[in-house]
């Protein structure tokens, strides 16, 4: 596993605030709106477009390289079932005097499957921990740059879940599920707008 996902740090930016010259999305709560302000004022920003797409980028590879890690821990512990076998089977095909294995390799015992499973825990713990570091580090990344949903108002923001007490006192207002959606949507858009089509 590679320093990166040992530590969080890495994934922080050590470099200073670059200035994106963004009109304020902070009091955008409505779709329509959100959408608007993106396709008028980050699409055609040179300097957004550019983060925009190397944080698409960025993110596909740590998800790749956190998806390589965790499928190299699980075959390593399966051990390639059936290797010796083919080893044996060419030696053979080459005129070398061997016998074919034919014994099927055993399934590891209780205690290792323990152990194989502490092992895989603890590398999903280390992944999710990178993730979170990532998500929060983009979701600056994406607020410094005026994205909708992301540089939101803080008061603009129901923090308070269940039923309003007086209908209609949060107007203009959005509660945390409805931010966390919309800021799925916004993701989904940019990777639309900016992304490789990968």
Not at 1 to 27: G, H, N, V
Not at 78 to 98: D, E, F, Y
Not at 119 to 141: H, I, N, P
């Amino acid at each position: 596993m590679s320093a990166a996902y040992e530590s969080a740090e890495p994934l922080r930016s050590k470099t200073s605030t670059p200035k994106y010259d963004t009109p304020d999305a902070s009091s955008i709560t409505t779709w329509p709106a959100a959408l608007k302000h993106v396709t008028r004022h980050l699409v055609p920003n040179e300097k957004v477009a550019n983060r925009v797409k190397h944080l698409i980028r960025e993110q596909h590879k740590h998800e790749e390289e956190w998806w390589a890690g965790r499928e190299a821990i699980v075959e390593r512990q399966q051990g390639r079932p059936g290797t010796s076998q083919q080893v044996s089977a060419i030696l053979k095909s080459l005129g070398a005097n061997v016998p074919v294995v034919t014994k099927e390799p055993s399934l590891p015992d209780a205690a290792q499957r323990k152990a194989n499973e502490a092992e895989l825990r603890a590398y999903d713990e280390k992944v999710y921990k990178a993730l979170c570091a990532m998500t929060a580090d983009f979701d600056r990344q994406l607020r410094e740059m005026g994205v909708p949903f992301y540089a939101i108002k803080h008061e603009l923001v129901i923090m308070k879940d269940g039923p309003e007490e007086n209908p209609g006192q949060h107007k203009g207002k959005i509660d945390r599920g409805e931010l966390r959606e919309l800021q799925k949507r916004m993701c989904q858009t940019l990777e639309d707008l900016f992304g490789d089509g990968e």
